[in-house]
């Protein structure tokens, strides 16, 4: 069982930023890839950033790209998502996950942390 910890989370104006962080086991990497996804109200969970065990490489849906980066920090065992200009359709609980490519199968979820962005 891999235990997922985010935090972060809270209420911004449209414009401001806010960091995502979450929490994983050490040595995730060796076994998978890191995503961000996010739920609004009443609609699917979606894709939102990705970050590749196999060389780092970054992946973003495209309604965040250019605004949001997702990054690691191996020391202290966290992955981020930096929101910048934020919109209120970011407004949603953000997850972070574990994913195995190719088909971007989810073994692994945080309990997720609520972003609302005011306009």
């Known amino acids: 069982q891999v235990q997922l910890k ?3 989370g809270g209420l911004v104006q449209a414009g401001d930023s806010l960091r995502l962080s979450c929490a994983h086991p050490g040595d995730i990497f060796s076994n998978f ?3 961000w996804f996010r739920q609004a109200p009443g609609k699917e969970r979606l894709f939102v950033a990705a970050l590749s065990k196999r060389d780092g490489s970054t992946y973003y849906a495209d ?3 250019g605004r949001f980066t997702i990054s690691r920090d ?3 065992n966290t ?3 930096q929101m910048n200009d934020l919109k209120s ?3 949603a609980v953000y997850y972070c996950a574990t994913i195995r490519w190719p088909r971007m199968f989810i ?3 945080g309990q997720g942390t609520q972003v609302t962005v005011s306009s």
Do not use: H, N, P, R
């Open 6 to 8: 985010e935090s972060g």
């Open 107 to 109: 073994d692994y979820w």
């Open 74 to 76: 191996d020391a202290k």
């Open 89 to 91: 359709e970011d407004t």
């Open 79 to 81: 992955v981020y998502l």
């Open 33 to 35: 890839s890191m995503g």
């Open 63 to 65: 309604s965040v790209a």
